[in-house]
């Protein structure tokens, strides 16, 4: 398959716009995604404008007799040729040419702002006759075992804010291919196990059920020890998949709280990772049982809420952490470090000495009560969960990733961040290259973005430029489309390599 110079109408990227490569870069992003999806081979055509040939190929239109001479030029079976043109909308029309049969079949793709998209839906639509990629079968152990991620859901009423915040972040988050998801939902006297799933089934089962009453950790204990029975009687001989489960409560004090960390501790026997990510809705001590779980070997997070509030003397930020609530002068956002040198301790009193009925959604509520103040103007209030739920979920994958293929520092585009590789690849320092990568979202990584280790392929074709790509511009395309996943190119030369 042969990719000609195409046809461009209306602003590029910045890299091309002036430079007259709008056309040779049509006929490389073509490439790119041709040779992602298909079993195909590409033949080389025009790499750029000092080519002389290429000029009768730069109009607007070409003739049935122009294909034909391409497809005796560049010895090849099909011939292809995209006009893009970027007004309100971007529309790429693609022609396909058969050199064997003389014939050509059009095709067409029309998208709102983001290029790179368009191309992929066009490239999946416009070679029907083009055998495709199998998915990448993963080499090493590692890599190719399944990974069951479970989350165990509190189901209580006042748990609402943080499951509508949890189902969201399902949704955003870049899982790996090989992730299966198990639902499991608990509450007052109440346990479901869900089936295991895709992400879609997922979204599914969690409409298949109601919030009910309040919840214990000995509802919490109980539910976690259903969990591992199933698990035991669906253990099969084989490949056994990678076990991680997050608990998402609220849950306090129950009648028999030592079911509760020996569920964790049977859960840790059987190869579970445990993270409890906990919301406190009341004093320090409800935190105790959960302290008595992590002995037992889980992880424990605990959610922030703060809001800021206007009162007659000053405005401030009310803090709820760790079942007390704290003042501070600063300002904080979701992943703000909260500065313990300014922060005062608010003295619970009355009906809240006990450290019960704390509803974190109420603060300014029980900031008015306690110290008697009128709060004028309030702002929403707001929590890490986000936050802290996506670094549970990446810290599991980053136990399980973390010793697979080879570490690389790469300069790219005057800067340097560290890469993975599969470990098949050959890597040595001072080596220059260019690889095709996808990059995910990362709440784990200090660039918010990292590279799939097992994406990474050595590029063999003309690259092109609107792909070339690093932490900061990937990080800027995802806060731009809202995606979270991204395919592009990597060029740059290999300083160092990690150690073992």
């Given at each position: 398959m042969a990719?000609?110079?195409?046809?461009?109408?209306?602003?590029?990227?910045?890299?091309?716009e002036g430079?007259?490569?709008?056309?040779?870069?049509?006929?490389?992003?073509?490439?790119f995604?041709a040779?992602?999806?298909?079993?195909?081979k590409?033949?080389?055509?025009?790499?750029d404008q000092?080519d002389?040939?290429a000029?009768?190929?730069?109009r607007?239109?070409?003739s049935?007799e122009?294909?034909?001479?391409?497809?005796?030029?560049?010895?090849?079976?099909?011939?292809?040729?995209?006009?893009?043109?970027?007004?309100?909308k971007i529309?790429?029309?693609?022609?396909v040419?058969?050199?064997?049969?003389?014939r050509w079949?059009e095709?067409?793709?029309?998208?709102?702002k983001?290029?790179?998209?368009v191309?992929?839906?066009?490239?999946?639509?416009?070679?029907?006759?083009v055998?495709?990629?199998?998915?990448k079968?993963?080499?090493?152990?590692?890599l190719?075992s399944?990974?069951?991620?479970?989350?165990m859901?509190?189901?209580?009423?006042?748990?609402?804010p943080?499951?509508k915040?949890?189902m969201?972040?399902?949704e955003a988050?870049?899982?790996?291919?090989?992730?299966?998801f198990?639902?499991a939902?608990?509450g007052?006297?109440y346990?479901?196990i869900?089936?295991e799933s895709?992400?879609?089934?997922?979204?599914?089962?969690w409409?298949?059920?109601?919030?009910?009453g309040?919840?214990?950790?000995a509802?919490?204990?109980?539910?976690?020890?259903?969990?591992?029975?199933?698990?035991?009687?669906?253990?099969?001989?084989?490949?056994?998949?990678?076990?991680?489960?997050?608990?998402?409560?609220?849950?306090?004090?129950?009648?028999?709280d030592?079911?509760?960390?020996?569920?964790?501790e049977?859960?840790?026997?059987?190869?579970?990772k445990?993270?409890i990510l906990?919301s406190?809705y009341?004093?320090?001590?409800?935190r105790?049982p959960?302290?008595?779980?992590?002995?037992?070997?889980?992880?424990f997070?605990?959610?922030t809420?703060?809001?800021?509030?206007?009162t007659?003397?000053d405005?401030?930020t009310l803090?709820f952490q760790?079942g007390?609530?704290y003042?501070?002068?600063?300002?904080?956002?979701?992943n703000a470090?909260?500065?313990?040198?300014?922060?005062?301790?608010?003295?619970m009193?009355?009906?809240?000495?006990?450290?019960?009925f704390?509803?974190?959604?109420a603060?300014?509520?029980?900031?008015?009560?306690?110290r008697?103040e009128?709060?004028i103007s309030?702002?929403?209030?707001?929590?890490?969960f986000?936050?802290?739920?996506?670094?549970?979920?990446?810290?599991?994958?980053?136990?399980?990733?973390?010793?697979?293929?080879?570490?690389?520092?790469?300069?790219t585009?005057?800067?340097a961040?560290?890469?993975?590789f599969?470990?098949?690849?050959e890597?040595?320092?001072?080596?220059?290259?260019a690889?095709?990568v996808t990059?995910?979202?990362?709440?784990?990584?200090?660039?918010g973005?990292?590279?799939?280790?097992?994406?990474?392929?050595?590029?063999?074709?003309?690259?092109?430029?609107?792909?070339d790509?690093?932490p900061?511009?990937?990080?800027?395309?995802?806060?731009n489309?809202?995606?979270s996943?991204?395919?592009c190119?990597?060029?740059g030369?290999i300083?160092?390599?990690?150690?073992p």
């Open positions: 990719f000609l110079p195409g046809h461009w109408e209306g602003m590029a990227p910045q890299s091309i430079t007259g490569e709008k056309p040779f870069e049509l006929s490389r992003l073509g490439q995604y040779s992602k999806a298909y079993l195909i590409i033949k080389d055509t025009f790499r000092k002389p040939d000029m009768e190929y730069l607007a239109q070409l049935k122009q294909f034909r001479e391409a497809c005796l030029r560049f010895k090849t079976d099909y011939v292809v040729r995209d006009s893009v043109e970027i007004q309100n529309r790429i029309d693609r022609s040419f058969d050199c064997n049969l003389s079949e095709f067409s793709s029309i998208g709102k983001d290029l790179f998209e191309y992929e839906k066009l490239t999946r639509d416009s070679f029907p006759f055998p495709r990629k199998q998915s079968e993963n080499s090493g152990k590692v190719n399944p990974n069951l991620q479970i989350f859901v509190d189901g209580s009423f006042s748990f609402a943080e499951r915040e949890f969201s972040q399902i988050f870049s899982w790996r291919p090989e992730t299966r198990r639902l939902v608990f007052e006297g346990s479901r869900f089936p895709s992400r879609a089934e997922l979204r599914n089962q409409k298949d059920w109601k919030p009910t309040k919840s214990t950790t509802d919490l204990g109980n539910s976690l020890v259903r969990l591992r029975r199933i698990l035991v009687s669906e253990d099969k001989m084989g490949t056994k998949p990678d076990l991680s489960v997050i608990i998402l409560t609220n849950a306090k004090d129950g009648k028999n030592s079911v509760y960390p020996a569920a964790i049977a859960l840790r026997q059987i190869g579970c445990v993270t906990y406190s009341s004093g320090p001590e409800s105790r959960h302290k008595d779980a992590v002995s037992r070997g889980a992880d997070r605990e959610v809420y703060f809001q800021r509030i206007v007659a003397r405005s401030k803090v760790g007390r609530l003042t501070t002068p600063q300002v904080l956002d979701p470090e909260i500065d313990e040198t300014v922060r005062e301790k608010v003295e009193n009355g009906s809240y000495s006990a450290g019960e704390l509803n974190p959604w603060l300014s509520e029980i900031y008015e009560k306690i008697k009128k709060v309030s702002e929403p209030v707001r929590s890490n986000s936050i802290v739920l996506a670094k549970s979920i990446a810290g599991s994958l980053k136990d399980r990733f973390l010793n697979s293929g080879k570490k690389a520092l790469i300069k585009k005057g800067r961040f560290w890469m993975q599969p470990s098949f690849f890597l040595s320092e001072g080596k220059k290259g690889w095709k990059f995910l979202s990362s709440a784990s990584s200090p660039e973005v990292e590279v799939l280790p097992e994406s990474v392929e050595a590029y063999p074709y003309p690259p092109p430029k609107t792909l790509c690093d900061s511009s990937v990080r800027n395309y995802f806060q489309t809202e995606k996943k991204f395919d190119l990597v060029r030369e300083l160092e390599l990690s150690r």
